[in-house]
T-cell receptor, first 114, second 111 residues
């Protein structure tokens, strides 16, 4: 298996623009997680899905952030409009079965909002 | 506040030496996991220890768990330069839903 795939790997955009991050989880994994990592706040869970259904989005910073999982092999995290404080590395991870088991992380998307 | 907090924040050792990192957490847990993150990469799962286990080994890694003290340690024996990375503990509180990662320990192994 290719592992969790994320695109793009790097994104530079200007404040106010829409940003869409993409993730393909490992085939057969039931759980998908979106994290954000910054020096100041460390690794934060934004939202997670189980069988394509959002279970907990309490970590989503504000209404500018939205996430979807239209099918078992694809998820998006959208920021609209983007702000400089959204600059971070965004990781997608997936896990098999229970939420408390091993998570497999993608390589991340490094986002810079100017 | 963080559920899992690693100690030390940073550690620098010589190749061949052992590295010990500690993690403390606040609430009861089902299991505790350790992950490694190389610079510019995603996290990689190293080992999972369940709450009813006290010690677990995987290659050069040894993890202990003391639920009475709510702490865990990760020992890397005979360290190599390739072990240079950040190491994170991760917990899910008993009855909880979210995996919570600590701030991490930055390990630097000098060749």
């Amino acid at each position: 298996d290719a592992g969790v795939i994320q695109s793009p790997r790097h994104e530079v955009t200007e404040m106010g623009q829409e940003v869409t991050l993409r993730c393909k989880p490992i085939s057969g994994h039931d759980y998908l997680f979106w994290y954000r990592q910054t020096m100041m706040r460390g690794l934060e869970l934004l939202i997670y899905f189980n069988n394509n259904v959002p279970i907990d989005d309490s970590g989503m910073p504000e209404d500018r952030f939205s996430a979807k999982m239209p099918n078992a092999s694809f998820s998006t995290l959208k920021i609209q409009p983007s702000e400089p404080r959204d600059s971070a590395v965004y990781f997608c991870a997936s896990s098999l079965r229970a939420r408390q088991e091993t998570q497999y992380f993608g390589p991340g998307t490094r986002l810079l909002v100017l | 506040s963080q559920q899992g907090e690693e100690d030390p924040q940073a550690l620098s050792i010589q190749e061949g030496e052992n590295a010990t990192m500690n993690c403390s957490y606040k609430t009861s847990i089902n299991n505790l996991q350790w992950y490694r993150q190389n610079s510019g990469r995603g996290l990689v799962h190293l080992i999972l220890i369940r709450s009813n286990e006290r010690e677990k080994h995987s290659g050069r890694l040894r993890v202990t768990l003391d639920t009475s003290k709510k702490s865990s340690s990760l020992l890397i024996t005979a360290s190599r330069a390739a072990d240079t990375a950040s190491y994170f503990c991760a917990t899910v509180p008993l009855g909880g839903f979210k995996t919570i990662f600590g701030a991490g320990t930055r390990l630097f192994v000098k060749a």
